[in-house]
């Protein structure tokens, strides 16, 4: 007896007996997209009804459960069971030490399913006639921790919010379910859209479109609100667009398409991307104070929050500001690194102009001082990144302008680390950042290096320039090109130098537009092995120096071509026509050059040639002391000549080389399937279905005429060598 009256004052007892009535029944079917239940066959759910008792079962192999003889009211359904598989996706990222996330089996079958729309929306129709009730749900909804989950997608069948209430606070956690009915679950695809790039050490013209994108987006700020620690609601957001957060957290998480990256865009540069499970995507960490500490409020200012830890914008840091800014994202398969160019005029113009060379630390040679402050921001910030977030992946790096320069030097410090990174960098419209003995040294880094047209910043700092330390004043100095604002120069302060001269690393790939009669151009996605097609005003300048400086109007006359170095009207088109001909060779079975574009360009080099060695002979016919003074000038051009003689060479190669698939995919060729699919999703915008001049090959009717330089004259047409100015 006294046995019996214990069991009748336990806490689960009194709760039954004050229950107002039991054996109230609910069933509900878990389904995808497509309404097939098979999906979540077997899944173990929790069921709570209003009195707080649970009810726990397992879904069958249709993914139906029930819960019967529960007291009155609704039921909240939730699903927590943890993954238990061995796929190391998930295994890497919940055990990981830092920001370990909360993988339930119920996401792990959600990234199994596929979206029914092509443009990820939720359905319109029921795909399940039967059934009293049909809502549909996110993974989020049937979960305890959804910081690390994508945002809500609007849903045209949401739950019944009035069930919640009645429940109260055991609907804190999951999804309400009326009584004495069959409910049916329609939970949208766990999936995201990544960018598609290749890991494959070699070029690919996929790869240089897509970091053209990246780089592009470094711009942008980071867009997450609130941004500044301490940080004291239990959530943050990414709604300001176009910016780094809201493409990786936000839109690009629940399948968005995105395309602006510069806020002034206007036409549409689509990403190629593809449809991944969400734990392949390129992730931006959760934040959630409860579950991790190093979220905590408490921490003030060293709290962290997501753009603290994928975000670099030093410029609050007073007199040890560098003005860097980057962003850093990464999966299971790669580590991106976008950093931004020249932005703000005096900040990054005065680095910009500090070409002092200085030791490079790291490894071999000298370097640009200016470049290589930053250069060590920017290692420190990916340093961290990498202690945390680092599993053998590859490194993919890109950079625009004074990006581009500082993640050359950024990644010759990673490739020297005993780490042993395997690094892939893409730069756009980079200047020199070091000397012959820094780039001989840092041969063994992969480095692919575009230059558009004809883009002035490349061009600086000169092979002859080494800027001292304390020239600068009002006045002293013009900046470098600067994307939104202008251009510079390096003017004052520059003197010859006897050491070592700046050099570019890298392989080079030029976009040459070619010109043909009758309103007919193209362009040329190809790797000259001279200065003269991708320095011509450059190379000119430099043979008529004067007093040890580039002739300054000259240098000014370059403002002509500062948007050939911008990124959105530049550098993005030119990629996109790259790849667009890639494209359009590689099905049609063609060669790279066509025949008129390679009689083009060969009769343009051998006047270029004809005339460097008149120039060269007229030097040589002056006085001997005179002749003295000229040698290094001598032995310039000569060097050029014999870099013609190489770019002929690979010209010729061209002319027979037909495009492969590898060549404009690079690994991803290797998946027709998937590379299939994305490609019909890229296709799909009418933008990259648009025949545009620069993306056809042309016909081989005209030979005659010839690319119109914007200099003042036809590069390859005779013009005067103003070699009486040379000192």
């Known amino acids: 007896m006294a046995s019996l009256e214990k069991d009748l004052q336990s806490p689960l007892n009194s709760r039954l007996l004050s229950c107002p009535a039991q054996g109230n029944w609910s069933s509900f079917q878990l389904v995808d997209e497509f309404g097939s239940g098979e999906a979540y066959g077997g899944l173990a759910y929790t069921a709570a009804d209003s009195e707080g008792q649970l009810f726990n079962g397992y879904l069958d192999i249709n993914g139906i459960g029930n819960v019967d003889n529960y007291c009155a009211g609704p039921i909240a359904l939730r699903f927590e069971q943890a993954y238990e598989g061995q796929e190391k996706v998930y295994l890497r990222v919940m055990e990981r030490p830092h920001y370990p996330l909360k993988i339930t089996e119920l996401q792990v079958r959600a990234e199994q399913t596929r979206y029914r729309n092509p443009d990820a929306t939720r359905n319109r129709e029921q795909p399940v006639p039967d059934g009293d009730e049909y809502i549909q749900v996110e993974v989020r909804h049937l979960v305890r921790h959804v910081a690390h989950l994508p945002p809500e997608v609007y849903r045209h069948y949401p739950a019944n919010s009035g069930l919640a209430a009645i429940m109260g606070k055991h609907a804190q956690v999951g999804v309400a379910l009326a009584s004495r009915k069959h409910t049916v679950l329609e939970v949208r695809a766990l999936r995201a859209l990544r960018p598609m790039l290749s890991t494959a050490p070699e070029f690919c013209a996929l790869n240089l479109y897509q970091l053209a994108l990246m780089a592009t987006l470094s711009y942008c700020p980071f867009g997450q609100k609130p941004a500044t620690a301490p940080i004291r609601e239990t959530r943050v957001t990414f709604p300001e667009q176009p910016s780094v957060g809201n493409w990786f957290a936000d839109a690009l998480a629940k399948s968005d398409e995105l395309w602006r990256v510069d806020a002034a865009q206007s036409k549409a540069y689509y990403p190629l991307y593809e449809d991944v499970a969400y734990s392949r995507r390129l992730e931006i960490v959760p934040f959630d104070p409860v579950l991790y500490e190093v979220n905590d409020p408490a921490l003030g200012t060293e709290q962290e929050h997501?753009?603290?830890?994928?975000?670099?914008?030093?410029?609050?840091?007073?007199?040890?500001?560098?003005?860097?800014?980057?962003?850093?994202?990464?999966?299971?398969?790669l580590i991106l690194i976008a950093v931004r160019g020249t932005f703000e005029i005096i900040p990054d113009g005065l680095r910009d102009a500090d070409a002092l060379q200085v030791t490079f630390e790291e490894g071999e040679g000298q370097v640009h001082r200016g470049f290589y402050d930053a250069a060590k921001k920017a290692e420190t910030f990916v340093a961290s990144y990498l202690d945390r977030f680092y599993a053998g992946q590859k490194l993919l790096i890109c950079g625009h302008s004074l990006g581009g320069a500082i993640t050359l030097l950024l990644s010759e410090m990673l490739r020297r680390d005993p780490e042993s990174y395997n690094i892939q960098l893409y730069t756009y419209g980079a200047p020199r950042a070091g000397d012959t003995v820094f780039t001989k040294a840092a041969a063994p880094l992969v480095h692919y290096?575009?230059?558009?047209?004809?883009?002035?910043?490349?061009?600086?700092?000169?092979?002859?320039?080494?800027?001292?330390?304390?020239?600068?004043?009002?006045g002293a100095a013009l900046m470098f090109t600067n994307v939104p604002v202008g251009l510079s120069v390096f003017v004052a302060g520059i003197t010859n130098w006897t050491g070592e001269a700046y050099d570019h690393h890298g392989t080079l790939h030029h976009a040459m537009p070619v010109e043909f009669g009758r309103q007919q151009a193209s362009s040329i996605l190809w790797e000259p092995g001279c200065d003269t097609i991708t320095q011509h005003a450059a190379c000119t300048l430099a043979l008529q120096q004067k007093n040890g400086l580039p002739d300054r109007p000259g240098l000014l006359r370059l403002i002509f071509n500062a948007g050939h170095h911008s990124m959105v009207g530049g550098y993005v088109p030119a990629c996109w026509a790259a790849l667009r001909r890639w494209q359009q060779a590689h099905e049609a079975n063609r060669t790279r050059v066509t025949d008129s574009e390679f009689d083009w360009v060969e009769q343009a080099l051998v006047r270029i040639t004809r005339q460097l060695r008149v120039a060269r002979q007229d030097l040589l016919a002056r006085p001997a002391a005179y002749v003295r003074t000229q040698e290094r000038t001598i032995e310039a051009i000569s060097h050029e000549v014999s870099r013609i003689e190489t770019t002929h060479a690979r010209l010729s190669a061209l002319r027979h080389k037909r495009v492969r698939a590898t060549d404009v995919y690079g690994l991803l060729a290797e998946q027709p399937e998937l590379l299939a699919e994305s490609l019909q999703r890229w296709r799909a915008h009418p933008e990259n279905l648009k025949e545009e001049q620069l993306a056809q090959a042309p016909d081989n009717a005209s030979n005659d005429a010839l690319l119109t330089s914007l200099y003042g004259h036809t590069i390859g047409a005779p013009h005067t060598l103003d070699i009486d100015s040379i000192i």
């Open 449 to 474: 290096r575009m230059v558009n047209h004809n883009d002035p910043v490349p061009s600086v700092p000169g092979s002859w320039m080494n800027t001292k330390a304390g020239v600068y004043g009002t």
């Open 306 to 333: 997501p753009e603290k830890v994928h975000f670099l914008d030093d410029r609050h840091l007073g007199k040890d500001a560098t003005d860097t800014q980057a962003f850093i994202t990464h999966n299971d398969e």
